[in-house]
């Protein structure tokens, strides 16, 4: 802390950063922006996280929804009658599902309502319901927020490449019941004949209706080993051939037209020349399935081979029949519409950014808080130092020798208890000060009286004024003994505020005590008419050894009746008593109680505190002579707390005061021998 380079020059403040508005207003500042940092992120993660599972659960149910549209369009004409499908796949996803021509023209909406006209649609559609054409689209390629989903085949695979065809657009390789229920019995047949040879299998009913084997396990190659014939069920039944004749006049045509040579298609869509022997393909084209398959977990990866034929003309053939599967297709299939999946209120579904603008609603926010933060910081911190800065300037001016001032105390708390402390000690300070003050001049006062009686006495005999003579000799030594005394007195009290004055405890009776106190100041009471006696209280028990210093327990019990005898009118009476108290009369400790009562002029209640104070007399107008040094009562309290006892004092004016010395048996402590 900066100090003042001389007494009295300007009081420099301390720099903010040491201060403690300034330390305060650091920490509040600092937790604020921890705060604020750790909620924004517990909120960003807990709001990206619900929101990613709810965009999860939207997804894999707008999934489903365009799945039910593809397998509705794949096996429909047209879209007449989808109004139904669309209002039941709305209930269940709790979406709302529009599906439009591409022109936008509303096919089915599960929004409509007779009553008031449907919500306006997003500017980008969710995705395209088109069979011959399934393509998957990505969330990213939306800049309204609409959710997009791509379309699965029945087995739950993406498809790609140049297979674009839903499978279950089947046209006309679709089979009439007759053939199917052929197959079917051909395909229950070869079933029972491979359980027959150990060898699990289920029959599985393609789109088209052709049914087909499914083995189940991962060794398909041990049905090449059985006895079972499944050729029938790969041989092309009447329908399909018709179907594979103008299918493969239609790719003819479009091979044709690009200058290569026919090709020959095969049931699976492989093809051959009139050259091969074997079908080739140098990229599959899979629609119709083998008449034995194993599950598609159990597959083996498939690997790229070389082409049998040119690359190049193995991409025109299978481009041609992609082209010749859709020309063929168009009249079996809806035709292609615009999906819209929203919220029931006609919004999209709800997508998480953090676009500038909501960072800078973020910012803005915490920026807020923090400046409330600050504000309210420097209105508390300020208000917390004013009246530090208060008791700091108060204690400098005390330190320069100023007039102690008062502290104003603002309020009950922390503070202002200690606003209060300094004004007690302040007051305290500016008391002792006082009494330091009239100390010095009592002391010059007393002394200078016995000195300058000693001092007119030998001028006088000087002078030949006064005789030498014993009278004169008996004054002096009258003088000698009261400025012997006042010496005393106060290297008593020096002692004991130095800490040297020593004790030397032994077991002491009380009652011996009393008595020869009594005899001391008999002679004293006589001269005055007070009656001075010791009694025995009633109702308690025989006053135990004491352990103390009996010289100095003397000085201090002397001193009481000395005061009680000059302070009590003639006719009047002093009484010494002792007794016990202990934990079995309401007392926490048991004590030696030792009381010096008198019947004198009693202590007014504001004089009370004041008592055991040094120089100070009840009555400001009595001297040395008649009223004392003032300096007893100090001592007798300092001979006591050097004992670990207590002095007090109960007075009545008019009636007479009772001074209380409350001493431990045990006595002093013997680790502290000295006051």
């Given at each position: 802390?900066?100090?003042?380079?001389?007494?009295?020059?300007?009081?420099?403040?301390?720099?903010?950063?040491?201060?403690?508005?300034?330390?305060?207003?650091?920490?509040?500042?600092?937790?604020?922006?921890?705060?604020?940092?750790?909620?924004?992120?517990?909120?960003?993660?807990?709001?990206?996280?619900?929101?990613?599972?709810?965009?999860?659960?939207?997804?894999?149910?707008?999934?489903?929804?365009?799945?039910?549209?593809?397998?509705?369009?794949?096996?429909?004409?047209?879209?007449?009658?989808?109004?139904?499908?669309?209002?039941?796949?709305?209930?269940?996803?709790?979406?709302?599902?529009?599906?439009?021509?591409?022109?936008?023209?509303?096919?089915?909406?599960?929004?409509?309502?007779?009553?008031?006209?449907?919500?306006?649609?997003?500017?980008?559609?969710?995705?395209?319901?088109?069979?011959?054409?399934?393509?998957?689209?990505?969330?990213?390629?939306?800049?309204?927020?609409?959710?997009?989903?791509a379309a699965p085949g029945t087995d739950g695979a993406q498809r790609s490449?140049?297979?674009?065809?839903?499978?279950?657009?089947?046209?006309?390789?679709?089979?009439?019941?007759?053939?199917?229920?052929?197959?079917?019995?051909?395909?229950?047949?070869?079933?029972?004949?491979?359980?027959?040879?150990?060898?699990?299998?289920?029959?599985?009913?393609?789109?088209?209706?052709?049914?087909?084997?499914?083995?189940?396990?991962?060794?398909?190659?041990?049905?090449?080993?059985?006895?079972?014939?499944?050729?029938?069920?790969?041989?092309?039944?009447?329908?399909?051939?018709?179907?594979?004749?103008?299918?493969?006049?239609?790719?003819?045509?479009?091979?044709?037209?690009?200058?290569?040579?026919?090709?020959?298609?095969?049931?699976?869509?492989?093809?051959?020349?009139?050259?091969?022997?074997?079908?080739?393909?140098?990229?599959?084209?899979?629609?119709?399935?083998?008449?034995?398959?194993?599950?598609?977990?159990?597959?083996?990866?498939?690997?790229?081979?070389?082409?049998?034929?040119?690359?190049?003309?193995?991409?025109?053939?299978?481009?041609?029949?992609?082209?010749?599967?859709?020309?063929?297709?168009?009249?079996?299939?809806?035709?292609?519409?615009?999906?819209?999946?929203?919220?029931?209120?006609?919004?999209?579904?709800?997508?998480?950014?953090?676009?500038?603008?909501?960072?800078?609603?973020?910012?803005?926010?915490?920026?807020?808080?923090?400046?409330?933060?600050?504000?309210?910081?420097?209105?508390?911190?300020?208000?917390?130092?004013?009246?530090?800065?208060?008791?700091?300037?108060?204690?400098?001016?005390?330190?320069?020798?100023?007039?102690?001032?008062?502290?104003?105390?603002?309020?009950?708390?922390?503070?202002?208890?200690?606003?209060?402390?300094?004004?007690?000690?302040?007051?305290?300070?500016?008391?002792?000060?006082?009494?330091?003050?009239?100390?010095?001049?009592?002391?010059?006062?007393?002394?200078?009286?016995?000195?300058?009686?000693?001092?007119?006495?030998?001028?006088?005999?000087?002078?030949?004024?006064?005789d030498v003579d014993e009278m004169f000799v008996s004054s002096l030594l009258?003088?000698?003994?009261?400025?012997?005394?006042?010496?005393?007195?106060?290297?008593?009290?020096?002692?004991?505020?130095?800490?040297?004055?020593?004790?030397?405890?032994?077991?002491?009776?009380?009652?011996?005590?009393?008595?020869?106190?009594?005899?001391?100041?008999?002679?004293?009471?006589?001269?005055?008419?007070?009656?001075?006696?010791?009694?025995?209280?009633?109702?308690?028990?025989?006053?135990?050894?004491?352990?103390?210093?009996?010289?100095?327990?003397?000085?201090?019990?002397?001193?009481?009746?000395?005061?009680?005898?000059?302070?009590?009118?003639?006719?009047?009476?002093?009484?010494?008593?002792?007794?016990?108290?202990?934990?079995?009369?309401?007392?926490?400790?048991?004590?030696?109680?030792?009381?010096?009562?008198?019947?004198?002029?009693?202590?007014?209640?504001?004089?009370?505190?004041?008592?055991?104070?040094?120089?100070?007399?009840?009555?400001?107008?009595?001297?040395?002579?008649?009223?004392?040094?003032?300096?007893?009562?100090?001592?007798?309290?300092?001979?006591?707390?050097?004992?670990?006892?207590?002095?007090?004092?109960?007075?009545?004016?008019?009636?007479?005061?009772?001074?209380?010395?409350?001493?431990?048996?045990?006595?002093?402590?013997?680790?502290?021998?000295?006051?």
């Amino acid at each position: 802390m900066p100090r003042r380079a001389e007494r009295g020059g300007p009081r420099l403040r301390l720099p903010l950063r040491k201060s403690l508005l300034g330390r305060l207003l650091a920490v509040s500042a600092l937790v604020a922006a921890c705060s604020v940092a750790a909620t924004a992120w517990l909120a960003v993660q807990t709001t990206s996280g619900a929101i990613e599972q709810e965009q999860g659960r939207n997804l894999a149910a707008d999934t489903r929804v365009l799945d039910a549209l593809l397998a509705y369009a794949a096996g429909h004409p047209s879209w007449d009658g989808v109004g139904a499908t669309v209002k039941e796949l709305a209930d269940a996803s709790d979406r709302r599902i529009t599906l439009t021509t591409q022109s936008r023209q509303i096919l089915a909406d599960s929004a409509a309502s007779s009553t008031s006209p449907p919500p306006a649609l997003p500017p980008q559609a969710s995705a395209v319901v088109d069979p011959l054409s399934v393509t998957a689209t990505s969330e990213a390629d939306s800049d309204s927020g609409s959710v997009t989903v791509a379309a699965p085949g029945t087995d739950g695979a993406q498809r790609s490449g140049n297979d674009r065809v839903d499978p279950r657009a089947v046209g006309p390789f679709r089979l009439p019941e007759a053939e199917r229920t052929s197959l079917r019995r051909t395909a229950d047949e070869a079933v029972r004949c491979l359980s027959r040879s150990g060898i699990a299998s289920d029959v599985v009913e393609g789109p088209s209706g052709r049914p087909r084997i499914q083995v189940v396990g991962n060794d398909p190659d041990r049905m090449r080993g059985s006895r079972c014939s499944t050729d029938a069920l790969d041989s092309p039944t009447a329908t399909e051939t018709k179907a594979l004749t103008a299918l493969n006049e239609l790719v003819n045509a479009c091979l044709d037209r690009q200058g290569r040579e026919a090709v020959q298609l095969d049931l699976d869509l492989s093809w051959r020349t009139d050259e091969e022997p074997a079908a080739a393909t140098a990229t599959p084209v899979p629609t119709p399935v083998p008449s034995v398959s194993v599950p598609r977990e159990t597959l083996p990866t498939e690997v790229a081979t070389p082409a049998p034929l040119d690359s190049e003309n193995d991409r025109d053939i299978a481009s041609c029949v992609g082209i010749a599967r859709q020309e063929q297709l168009s009249s079996y299939v809806a035709s292609p519409a615009l999906l819209f999946i929203g919220d029931p209120g006609g919004g999209a579904v709800p997508g998480f950014e953090l676009s500038p603008a909501n960072t800078a609603k973020i910012t803005g926010v915490a920026a807020l808080v923090l400046a409330l933060t600050v504000g309210a910081s420097i209105l508390a911190g300020v208000r917390l130092v004013r009246p530090l800065h208060a008791l700091t300037g108060a204690a400098q001016r005390m330190r320069d020798g100023e007039e102690p001032s008062h502290v104003v105390v603002a309020a009950d708390n922390e503070i202002g208890r200690l606003a209060a402390a300094f004004n007690d000690m302040s007051a305290h300070r500016a008391r002792l000060e006082e009494q330091r003050k009239v100390m010095v001049s009592d002391v010059a006062h007393e002394l200078r009286t016995p000195l300058s009686n000693i001092r007119g006495w030998l001028e006088g005999a000087e002078d030949g004024i006064a005789d030498v003579d014993e009278m004169f000799v008996s004054s002096l030594l009258e003088e000698a003994v009261q400025l012997q005394h006042i010496i005393d007195d106060l290297q008593d009290l020096s002692a004991a505020d130095a800490g040297v004055l020593r004790l030397h405890p032994e077991p002491v009776r009380i009652e011996e005590l009393l008595a020869h106190a009594v005899a001391a100041h008999q002679a004293q009471a006589d001269a005055a008419g007070v009656r001075l006696t010791v009694t025995a209280p009633e109702g308690h028990e025989p006053v135990p050894e004491l352990t103390a210093d009996p010289v100095r327990l003397r000085q201090a019990i002397g001193n009481l009746v000395s005061n009680a005898v000059r302070h009590t009118p003639a006719g009047g009476r002093v009484t010494l008593r002792a007794y016990v108290t202990g934990p079995g009369s309401g007392e926490a400790h048991e004590e030696v109680v030792l009381e010096v009562a008198d019947t004198g002029r009693g202590i007014a209640p504001e004089d009370l505190p004041y008592v055991f104070d040094r120089f100070w007399r009840a009555e400001k107008s009595r001297s040395r002579r008649t009223g004392g040094s003032g300096l007893g009562l100090a001592i007798v309290r300092k001979l006591v707390e050097a004992h670990g006892g207590t002095a007090g004092v109960v007075s009545t004016v008019g009636q007479g005061s009772v001074f209380t010395l409350r001493m431990p048996p045990a006595g002093p402590d013997p680790m502290n021998m000295t006051v």
